[in-house]
């Protein structure tokens, strides 16, 4: 399954990975499939950063189903106010 990774996986030899390009003055098709990688990778990171914020979740200990239900919580919170 094809993932889309930052460039701190650049350099594996495993072709499931699609990393952005590097460096400067690329050209078009590269600056183009690094546009769409950051578009589709954007939701996620802001996801993560945001659950990041609530700090109950740095120490939690129980299962990960009363986490997940925990994180849903505060994604409803989080959009309601």
Not at 57 to 70: N, W
Request: charged share 30%.
């Amino acid at each position: 399954m094809p993932t889309l990774a930052d460039k701190g996986y650049t350099g594996l030899d495993d072709q499931n990975f699609a990393t952005p390009w590097k460096g400067r003055d690329k050209p078009e098709p590269q600056k183009d499939q690094n546009r769409l990688q950051a578009r589709l990778r954007a939701p996620g990171e802001r996801g993560f950063a945001e659950l990041k914020k609530w700090r109950i979740l740095r120490r939690l200990r129980c299962s990960t189903h009363r986490a997940t239900d925990i994180v849903r919580a505060i994604t409803v919170i989080n959009h309601t106010g």
